[in-house]
C-alpha cells in the first residue's frame, strides 16, 4: 500500500513583526553579508534610535529570529536574503475598502518570501492618498510554485480578485477608449464608475534583475466595479489613450504567472548568452 504524501501549504512560514523590527532585520542582514539594495516594503530608511533599537532586537527574540542584539539566526538571514537579492521581484498594490496595501515578494531557487504592509487611504478627486501606515509586518514564506496562492491572499478579498488564472477570451468585449481631453463629465457607464468610484484598484509588477542584463518590467493594472473586473491599459503616444477592458475573473492571476514564467525565461536567455 502507498503512503499518500500530504500537499505542501502554500504558505511556509507566517510570521507578524512591528516596521522597526523588520527594518533592523533587513539591514542586520545586509551589514553581514556585505549586501547593497534598496530598501525592502516597510523598511525605513532613517536608522533606529538606541532605544527603539534595542525593543526590535527583544522582538526578533522573541520571535526565535535573533538569539541576541546584533545577531539573525542563519535560517532567516537566508530568508531575508532571498527577498533582498532576489532576481526576480513582484510587486503588488492594491486599495480596498479605505485600506490601501504594499506587497513584495521576492523570488530565488524556487522559494518565495514576501513582505507585506497595510496602509489607511482615503479618495481624493479621482485618485486615492496614503495618509498612514500600520506598525506590522506580515512576513510569509512560500515555494515559488505557489506564488500566486501567496499573491492572492494579500489583495482585496474579493472573488473576482482572487480567482484562479483564466485567461481573457479572444472574443472579449472592446475596450471603452478615454482620450487626453475627454471630459470626466460625459463619460458613459461602466467607464464613468470605474473612474470615479471604483470597488477596488490592483496594480502588479515584476522586475526582473541580474548583474549584466538589462532589467525588464513587466506591469498591469485592474480596477473593479461591481464585481466586475477590468484590464486598464495606457498608451504613450501624441494622443495618450486609457483603455479599460472587462476581463474574467482570473485574469489577474493569468497575467501574473505568465509574467514569472516570463521572467524565468529572460534569466535563463541571459544565463546562456554569459555562458558563451
Given at each position: ?28 542582514t545586509s551589514a553581514t553579508l556585505g549586501l ?72 530565488r531557487a524556487g522559494r518565495g518570501l514576501a ?87 490592483i496594480t502588479l509588477s515584476v522586475v526582473t ?68
Open positions: 500500500m502507498t503512503a499518500t504524501v500530504p500537499e505542501r501549504p502554500i504558505i511556509l512560514r507566517r510570521v507578524q513583526m512591528s516596521a522597526a523590527a523588520w527594518a533592523l532585520l533587513c539591514e542586520s547593497h539594495n534598496e530598501q525592502p516594503a516597510g523598511a525605513q530608511a532613517a536608522p533606529l534610535e538606541e532605544e527603539a533599537a534595542a525593543a526590535a532586537w527583544a522582538e526578533l527574540n522573541s520571535l526565535d529570529i535573533s538569539p541576541g542584539p546584533g545577531e539573525v539566526k542563519r535560517q532567516w538571514m537566508g530568508a531575508v536574503a532571498l527577498l533582498l537579492t532576489a532576481p526576480i521581484t513582484v510587486t503588488a498594490r492594491a486599495t480596498y475598502n479605505g485600506v490601501s496595501t504594499t506587497s513584495v515578494l521576492g523570488l513582505a507585506h504592509q497595510r496602509h489607511l487611504s482615503e479618495r481624493e478627486g479621482q485618485g486615492t492618498v496614503i495618509t498612514g501606515s500600520e506598525d506590522s509586518m506580515e512576513i510569509t514564506l512560500f515555494d515559488e510554485e505557489n506564488v500566486w496562492g501567496a499573491a492572492a491572499r494579500l489583495l482585496p478579498p474579493l472573488d473576482v480578485v482572487r480567482a484562479a488564472a483564466k485567461a481573457a477570451p479572444l472574443d472579449a468585449k472592446p475596450p471603452a477608449v478615454l482620450g487626453a481631453g475627454t471630459d470626466p463629465a460625459t463619460l458613459p457607464e461602466p467607464v464613468a464608475s470605474l473612474v470615479n468610484d471604483e470597488d477596488a484598484n534583475a541580474m548583474q549584466g542584463m538589462p532589467t525588464r518590467i513587466w506591469a498591469g493594472m485592474w480596477s473593479v466595479k461591481d464585481d466586475r473586473l477590468y484590464s486598464v491599459t495606457t498608451r504613450v503616444s501624441e494622443t495618450p489613450e486609457l483603455r479599460l477592458t472587462e476581463v474574467p475573473a482570473g485574469h489577474i492571476a493569468n497575467e501574473l504567472v505568465f509574467a514569472v514564467v516570463g521572467a524565468h525565461d529572460a534569466l535563463a536567455a541571459a544565463q546562456k548568452e554569459e555562458a558563451k
